[in-house]
């Protein structure tokens, strides 16, 4: 079965940066993606990315701002995080498709724990 496990949250001043990481098992090689969820909102697409890692999707909210990144080799997908603001505030979750293809229409299957990114301002 399916096991994903995020890491790189913390605490950071408006304007650092930081790089999430989510380490996959069991799972082939899908598409997937990144969503967050601050207190009392609720969770909601961040970014998203192909099987092959050849095509990339993100929210308005970040576009310009994050990269997300894979490498299959080592079962691991990637959130670059710069330019920070206190609206990016929430914990943070990596996800697997049941597609390789990222589509709007299709929601995520396995999700990881969460990891907890907090931005000062």
């Known amino acids: 079965q399916a096991h994903l496990v995020e890491s790189g949250g913390g605490l950071v001043q408006t304007g650092g940066s930081l790089r999430l990481s989510c380490a996959w098992t069991?799972?082939?090689?899908?598409?997937m993606g990144w969503y967050r969820q601050a207190p009392g909102k609720e969770r909601e697409f961040v970014s998203a990315?192909?099987?092959?890692?050849?095509?990339?999707h993100y929210a308005d909210s970040v576009n310009g701002r994050f990269t997300i990144s894979r490498d299959n080799n080592k079962n691991t997908l990637y959130l670059q995080m710069n330019r920070l603001k206190p609206e990016d505030t929430g914990v943070y979750y990596c996800?697997?498709?049941?597609?390789?293809?990222?589509?709007?229409?299709?929601?995520?299957?396995?999700w990881g724990q969460g990891t907890q990114v907090t931005v000062s301002s």
């Open positions: 069991g799972l082939g090689l899908l598409a």
């Open positions: 990315i192909s099987w092959n890692g050849e095509s990339e």
């Open positions: 996800g697997a498709y049941a597609v390789m293809w990222y589509g709007s229409a299709h929601g995520i299957r396995d």
